[in-house]
């Protein structure tokens, strides 16, 4: 009898410990949610808050009369050091940076995966490996080599100035990060793209080999076109390094017009006008963060897929 | 001067050779096919044919010209691959013609041709789709249409049947034949499936290890392989190989095949192969087809020679069309085939007759055959 009895008694046991086991491991989830996401839902609610408001109130209170004078002043009024004209020229700084680095390192790191796995070359091998090694280089121990590789290159530019009347971008300083990041780049880019072409089938090369396309015709018309995931991912993964970079650019870019968006957020918070204006402060900070997070809303569901399928062979 | 030609090729990655001397020709028209292990060499062969390989020495000349050191566009081949490799991101339509395109054929043109090649292999419904909304016979269809819009010199095909079920794989050789049979192309075909190269091929190369065991028709091929393993690898069921030695009998030689538990078999030979006499009471291997190893009443009634023996039945395999015996002779299980409606019991004793003018000798040091 017994014997009968149990397998059920433990059955509707194992259904209450399942629901508990539910229970703690959601509630866990939701705490840590929260606990992440506390930051971003304070400055979220201090943006839209008034300077009395913040002073007075509770931290996490939903603002009383949501304004959005805040984010107005910090798009066109705040200062930035000693100019006052908000943060928006330094926004398009950022972004004339970024779009032509991401551009450039993907494709780069595209032309190096299609050549890799499928022009295979003696040695290729090794400079992949190389490639690689450049992914784990620190970014401190190239700011004093790369500081004086641009200082030769601005130089250059100089020259280049004097004898032919324009210097080529060189010397530039949103050249110079476009520069900087471009060559971090290569070698994640390059990893991205060398393991997803590595389960592209080979034989699709040779096909149109065959029908008598070129190595870049093959590049643009076969290999490109059937990237979207890898690419997807490369896009999102150096947009937004290269966005939230701050020691390259302060580095680099860190005085004058042509700063990024990191380095005068920085700014905006450490210049000092009597009082500290937190709802500016936040809504610059929020409008800093904004591509990002867009990128990631518009093109997120592809980041996931790109990762597995560079993983996953198939 | 045949239309495609062979010379010398060989074949060599860093250290390890892969072709090893590959002498093959084909007449216009001829349907070549290369057969042979996995592993053999038959689809880097095919490779240098297109070339999509190097080659390190030999030469490989079609209709006269030497195409040796020309980029795979310019040899006038077209290919059909084994995963079909079309193109995932364009249409169908797109996929056929993109060889025009790159050679810059204008669009007119280009849909003209597109629309031909549909109605032969009937895929005119399904140019506007993407590979990936297509079946296994359909993409296979394309990956043909693809080949056949250029009107290519040669056709190379890479394991074209292998990815599809049993079924469609008949039906797609059946096809391929046809169209080789109203188009006469000059074809070459890669296939680890002897029936496949047994039925399609006006010619066959064995391939082994890098080398060509045997170059002939297929007829050739089956009823006259030159050594042990054509013999083995070629035929479905394969032939039977049983150890044997040779005796006398009178003052015919004869072939000895050894019985479990019962004396030995004496098959007197009238025309042994004139090789044999040097073998005289030395093992030698006996090749004998199932179809020449079969009941007196369904033997072949105009062959010249048959003995028979008292064979005991191990195995009874009814195939539907046909009977399989197997019994064990030489140490060895041995297919006997016999006519369906043959009344045979496994466990019993029974007459088989041995068509001994199809029965084949092999060397066994050698593998080499006995002529």
């Known amino acids: 009898m017994s014997a009968v009895t149990t397998p059920a008694r433990n059955a509707s046991g194992g259904m209450n410990v399942k629901t508990l086991n539910r229970i703690v491991i959601y509630g866990l989830l939701a705490l840590f949610a929260l606990f992440y996401l506390m930051p971003l839902f304070v400055m979220l609610v201090t943006s839209f808050k008034t300077m009395d408001e913040i002073q007075n109130g509770n931290m996490l209170a939903l603002p009383k009369a949501p304004t959005f004078d805040p984010w107005l002043k910090a798009w066109g009024e705040t200062c930035v050091g000693l100019t006052c004209a908000g943060i928006k020229g330094y926004f398009w700084n950022s972004i004339k940076m970024v779009v032509p680095a991401v551009l450039i390192s993907t494709m780069l790191g595209a ?22 090694f450049a992914c784990f280089i620190p970014f401190q121990s190239v700011l004093l080599p790369m500081a004086t590789i641009l200082g030769s290159l601005g130089r250059f530019g100089v020259t280049l100035q004097n004898a032919t009347g324009t210097s080529f971008g060189l010397g530039n300083p949103t050249v110079n990060l476009v520069f900087v990041h471009v060559v971090y780049g290569i070698g994640f880019t390059t990893l991205f793209f060398r393991n997803y072409y590595e389960a592209f ?50 580095a680099y870019a860190g005085t004058g017009d042509s700063m990024p968006m990191t380095v005068a957020l920085n700014n905006v918070v450490n210049t000092s006008t009597g009082v500290v204006e937190y709802n500016v402060n936040m809504a610059a900070a929020m409008i800093a963060a904004l591509p990002t997070l867009l990128v990631y809303v518009l093109a997120g569901r592809y980041f996931v897929r790109g990762l597995m399928a560079g993983a996953v062979k198939g | ?209 890098g080398e060509v065991q045997q170059f002939g028709t297929p007829a050739e091929i089956y009823n006259n392989p030159t050594n042990l393993f054509v013999a083995d690898f070629m035929g479905s069921p394969a032939m039977n190989l049983i150890p044997a030695t040779i005796g006398t009998s009178g003052n015919a030689l004869s072939v000895v095949l050894q019985r479990e538990a019962r004396e030995p078999i004496n098959l007197p030979m009238a025309n042994a192969p004139a090789g044999l006499s040097a073998f005289q009471g030395k093992p030698i291997i006996f090749g004998v087809r199932p179809e020449a190893l079969t009941d007196p009443e369904g033997a072949e009634r105009n062959a010249s020679h048959i003995a028979t023996a008292d064979c005991h039945i191990e195995v009874v395999e009814p195939a539907g069309s046909d009977t399989f015996a197997v019994t064990n002779l030489g140490g060895r299980g041995v297919v006997a085939r016999l006519r369906a409606d043959a009344n045979i019991q496994p466990g019993t004793s029974t007459p088989l007759a041995f068509n001994l003018t199809k029965a084949v000798f092999f060397d066994p040091a050698t593998e080499t055959r006995i002529r």
Request: net charge positive; proline share 4%.
């Open chain 1, 201 to 250: 089938p080979t034989e699709l090369v040779k096909a149109a080999q065959v029908d008598g396309a070129s190595f870049f015709q093959i590049f643009r018309r076969i290999m490109l076109p059937n990237s979207m995931p890898i690419f997807v991912v490369t896009v999102i993964y150096q947009f937004t390094n290269i966005w939230n970079d701050f020691l390259f650019a302060s």
């Open chain 2, 1 to 209: 001067m045949a239309f495609l030609e062979i010379d010398g090729l060989r074949k060599r990655f860093g250290q390890v050779e892969i072709l090893k001397g590959i002498d093959v020709e084909l007449e216009k028209g001829g349907f070549l096919v290369l057969v042979g292990p996995s592993g053999c060499g038959k689809s880097t062969l095919l490779n240098t044919i297109a070339g999509l390989e190097t080659i390190t020495s030999g030469e490989i000349r079609v209709d006269g010209r030497t195409i040796n050191d020309l980029h795979p566009s310019k040899r006038d081949i077209a290919m059909v691959f084994q995963s079909y490799a079309l193109y995932p991101n364009m249409t169908v339509a797109g996929n056929i013609s993109f060889g025009m395109e790159m050679r810059g054929v204008p669009a007119a043109e280009r849909q003209k041709a597109i629309d031909k090649v549909a109605k032969v292999l009937q895929i005119g419904h399904l140019l506007q789709r993407k590979p990936s909304q297509l079946s296994g016979g359909q993409r296979q269809r394309v990956a043909m249409g693809r080949a056949l819009v250029r009107d290519p010199k040669l056709f190379l095909f890479d394991e074209p049947l292998s990815n599809l079920d049993a079924k469609l794989r008949v039906d797609m050789r059946i096809e391929i034949k046809r169209l080789h049979a109203t188009t006469g192309t000059t074809i070459v075909y890669v296939t680890h499936d002897q029936i496949e190269a047994m039925t399609l091929a006006t010619k066959i190369a064995v391939m082994r290890d």
């Open chain 1, 111 to 132: 032309l190096n995966g299609y050549v890799l796995t499928k022009w295979r070359f003696r040695g290729a091998t090794l400079v992949f490996g190389l490639m690689l």
